[in-house]
Nanobody, 115 residues
Framework: QVQLVESGGGLVQPGGSLRLSCVAS????????MGWYRQAPGKERELVAI???????NYADSVKGRFTVSGDNAKNTLYLQMNSLKPEDTAVYYC?????????WGQGTQVTVSS
Protein backbone atom coordinates (compact mmCIF):
# COMPACT_ATOMS: atom_id res chain seq x y z
CA GLN A 1 0.00 0.00 0.00
CA VAL A 2 1.21 3.49 -0.86
CA GLN A 3 0.59 6.46 1.42
CA LEU A 4 0.48 9.96 -0.02
CA VAL A 5 1.03 12.91 2.30
CA GLU A 6 0.33 16.46 1.15
CA SER A 7 1.70 19.63 2.68
CA GLY A 8 2.08 23.30 1.87
CA GLY A 9 -1.49 24.51 2.10
CA GLY A 10 -2.53 27.59 4.02
CA LEU A 11 -4.07 31.03 3.89
CA VAL A 12 -2.87 33.39 1.17
CA GLN A 13 -4.07 36.71 -0.22
CA PRO A 14 -5.40 37.00 -3.77
CA GLY A 15 -2.52 37.24 -6.20
CA GLY A 16 -0.23 35.31 -3.90
CA SER A 17 1.55 31.99 -4.35
CA LEU A 18 1.75 28.62 -2.65
CA ARG A 19 3.66 25.45 -3.35
CA LEU A 20 2.06 22.13 -2.48
CA SER A 21 4.06 18.95 -2.01
CA CYS A 22 2.96 15.33 -2.06
CA VAL A 23 5.34 12.69 -0.77
CA ALA A 24 4.73 9.03 -1.53
CA SER A 25 5.79 6.47 1.09
CA UNK A 26 7.65 4.53 -1.58
CA UNK A 27 8.19 4.49 -5.31
CA UNK A 28 5.02 3.51 -7.13
CA UNK A 29 5.33 0.38 -9.22
CA UNK A 30 3.66 0.66 -12.60
CA UNK A 31 2.86 4.33 -12.10
CA UNK A 32 0.59 5.74 -14.79
CA UNK A 33 0.34 9.28 -13.55
CA MET A 34 0.18 11.47 -10.47
CA GLY A 35 -1.92 14.53 -10.10
CA TRP A 36 -3.69 17.10 -8.03
CA TYR A 37 -7.42 17.38 -7.52
CA ARG A 38 -9.42 19.85 -5.47
CA GLN A 39 -12.80 20.03 -3.82
CA ALA A 40 -14.48 23.22 -2.79
CA PRO A 41 -17.39 23.26 -0.29
CA GLY A 42 -20.57 22.08 -1.95
CA LYS A 43 -18.81 21.10 -5.15
CA GLU A 44 -17.53 17.88 -6.64
CA ARG A 45 -13.87 16.98 -6.68
CA GLU A 46 -12.21 18.20 -9.87
CA LEU A 47 -8.95 17.63 -11.66
CA VAL A 48 -6.38 20.41 -11.33
CA ALA A 49 -3.23 19.03 -12.94
CA ILE A 50 -1.72 15.74 -14.04
CA UNK A 51 1.88 14.63 -14.56
CA UNK A 52 2.17 11.38 -16.49
CA UNK A 53 4.92 8.82 -16.21
CA UNK A 54 6.18 10.12 -19.56
CA UNK A 55 6.48 13.61 -18.07
CA UNK A 56 3.62 15.13 -20.02
CA UNK A 57 1.25 17.47 -18.23
CA ASN A 58 -2.40 18.37 -18.41
CA TYR A 59 -4.20 21.20 -16.63
CA ALA A 60 -7.72 22.30 -15.95
CA ASP A 61 -8.59 25.36 -18.04
CA SER A 62 -9.17 27.38 -14.89
CA VAL A 63 -5.53 27.04 -13.77
CA LYS A 64 -3.63 27.08 -17.06
CA GLY A 65 -0.86 29.65 -17.03
CA ARG A 66 -1.02 30.00 -13.24
CA PHE A 67 -0.27 26.52 -11.86
CA THR A 68 2.65 24.23 -12.64
CA VAL A 69 2.87 20.54 -11.75
CA SER A 70 6.26 18.86 -11.45
CA GLY A 71 7.85 15.84 -9.87
CA ASP A 72 11.06 14.56 -8.33
CA ASN A 73 11.25 10.81 -8.83
CA ALA A 74 14.30 10.46 -6.58
CA LYS A 75 12.27 11.91 -3.71
CA ASN A 76 8.96 10.26 -4.66
CA THR A 77 7.50 13.76 -4.53
CA LEU A 78 4.97 15.64 -6.61
CA TYR A 79 4.68 19.43 -6.50
CA LEU A 80 2.09 22.00 -7.46
CA GLN A 81 3.31 25.58 -7.81
CA MET A 82 0.32 27.88 -7.64
CA ASN A 83 0.73 31.52 -8.66
CA SER A 84 -1.73 34.39 -9.08
CA LEU A 85 -4.12 32.69 -6.72
CA LYS A 86 -7.78 33.68 -6.80
CA PRO A 87 -10.53 33.29 -4.19
CA GLU A 88 -12.12 30.65 -6.42
CA ASP A 89 -9.01 28.50 -5.95
CA THR A 90 -10.06 27.97 -2.33
CA ALA A 91 -10.50 24.24 -1.77
CA VAL A 92 -9.03 21.14 -0.23
CA TYR A 93 -6.31 19.92 -2.55
CA TYR A 94 -5.72 16.20 -2.87
CA CYS A 95 -2.80 14.28 -4.29
CA UNK A 96 -3.62 11.28 -6.44
CA UNK A 97 -1.55 8.47 -7.92
CA UNK A 98 -2.71 5.92 -10.45
CA UNK A 99 -0.79 2.73 -11.09
CA UNK A 100 -1.27 -0.70 -12.57
CA UNK A 101 -1.91 -1.94 -9.02
CA UNK A 102 -4.40 0.65 -7.85
CA UNK A 103 -5.38 4.25 -7.20
CA UNK A 104 -4.13 6.15 -4.16
CA TRP A 105 -5.25 9.38 -2.49
CA GLY A 106 -3.74 11.67 0.10
CA GLN A 107 -5.68 13.14 3.00
CA GLY A 108 -5.81 16.60 1.49
CA THR A 109 -4.46 20.02 2.38
CA GLN A 110 -6.56 23.16 2.72
CA VAL A 111 -5.84 26.16 0.51
CA THR A 112 -7.70 29.36 1.35
CA VAL A 113 -7.37 32.47 -0.81
CA SER A 114 -8.80 35.48 0.96
CA SER A 115 -7.97 39.05 1.84
Amino acid sequence: QVQLVESGGGLVQPGGSLRLSCVASRSIFGRIDMGWYRQAPGKERELVAILTSRESTNYADSVKGRFTVSGDNAKNTLYLQMNSLKPEDTAVYYCNARSLLGVYWGQGTQVTVSS
